[in-house]
Structures are given as structure tokens and as C-alpha cells.
């Protein structure tokens, strides 16, 4: 998946805010967001100063098939710590909307994450959901 840095940016600064939702970071959600821009090929610093500043513009890559894992992304956020509120699954599913994906789709993925937790969903069975509403 190849993103362009304020993509990257942006994808970070949701699960940035994804984690704050709830009031309280846990060490787990930091160290997946830490790990997640890390693979992006985001340093430390540049994650920190993004905390800090935030961006100027949010940026959303195009294609669907670029916007489904970094939902995925969120999911697996969402569900990391083991406790879901109804605040985390209204930021996801507003934030999945925002990004273009089908609104019927999008709770339908959210109530079988909170199910079956986020590391247990494939991305087979994401993509399935989608389909159905598209066909």
C-alpha cells in the first residue's frame, strides 16, 4: 500500500485521536501506533511533533482498496485494549464514513469487530462485507 506522507500523517493523527476518545491512552495503543508509523516510515519524532502540531489538512488516499486496511487499522485500535464505548465505535464508524466507505458496511464491520475482536477479523471477512453492499 503505497500512501503518500500526509496521507500517512493523517492516518496517524486518527488513530492518535481514536486512542484520546476514550479518555485514557493505554500502553498498548501507543506502542501499535508507535509500530504503525514505524512500518509507514514515520520516526518517533515526527510522530510526537504531529501530536503536538496536528495538520493543516487531513488527506485521504483515493482508491477504496487503500482506505479498507487503514480502517482495519482503526478497528484493531479500537478493540486493543479491550474495552469498547459506544464514543469508540461512533468515531470509527463517522471516520469510515468520511473516507468514503459505505455506511451500511461500515457498522456492519464494527459490530462483528466488537464480536469477534479486531485480530481476529480477516481481511477476507472485511472485504466480503463490502461487496455485499456493492453488488
Given at each position: 500500500?503505497?500512501?503518500?506522507?500526509?496521507?500517512?500523517?493523517?492516518?496517524?493523527?486518527?488513530?492518535?485521536?481514536?486512542?484520546?476518545?476514550?479518555?485514557?491512552?493505554?500502553?498498548?495503543?501507543?506502542?501499535?501506533?508507535?509500530?504503525?508509523?514505524?512500518?509507514?516510515?514515520?520516526?518517533?519524532?515526527?510522530?510526537?511533533?504531529?501530536?503536538?502540531?496536528?495538520?493543516?489538512?487531513?488527506?485521504?488516499?483515493?482508491?477504496?482498496?487503500?482506505?479498507?486496511?487503514?480502517?482495519?487499522?482503526?478497528?484493531?485500535?479500537?478493540?486493543?485494549?479491550?474495552?469498547?464505548?459506544?464514543?469508540?465505535?461512533?468515531?470509527?464508524?463517522?471516520?469510515?464514513?468520511?473516507?468514503?466507505?459505505?455506511?451500511f458496511?461500515?457498522?456492519?464491520?464494527?459490530?462483528?469487530?466488537?464480536?469477534?475482536?479486531?485480530?481476529?477479523?480477516?481481511?477476507?471477512?472485511?472485504?466480503?462485507?463490502?461487496r455485499?453492499?456493492?453488488?
Amino acid at each position: 500500500m503505497s500512501l503518500t506522507k500526509e496521507e500517512k500523517l493523517s492516518h496517524l493523527l486518527d488513530l492518535m485521536n481514536m486512542a484520546k476518545i476514550d479518555s485514557s491512552i493505554q500502553r498498548i495503543e501507543s506502542v501499535y501506533i508507535y509500530k504503525v508509523a514505524e512500518k509507514m516510515g514515520i520516526d518517533k519524532l515526527e510522530l510526537v511533533k504531529l501530536e503536538t502540531l496536528g495538520i493543516d489538512k487531513r488527506s485521504v488516499p483515493k482508491t477504496e482498496y487503500q482506505i479498507i486496511p487503514l480502517f482495519h487499522r482503526l478497528l484493531i485500535l479500537m478493540c486493543i485494549d479491550t474495552d469498547i464505548d459506544d464514543l469508540e465505535k461512533s468515531f470509527c464508524r463517522e471516520l469510515g464514513i468520511k473516507m468514503g466507505l459505505n455506511p451500511f458496511a461500515v457498522t456492519d464491520i464494527i459490530e462483528l469487530a466488537c464480536k469477534k475482536q479486531p485480530h481476529h477479523l480477516s481481511p477476507d471477512e472485511i472485504n466480503t462485507i463490502f461487496r455485499r453492499y456493492y453488488n
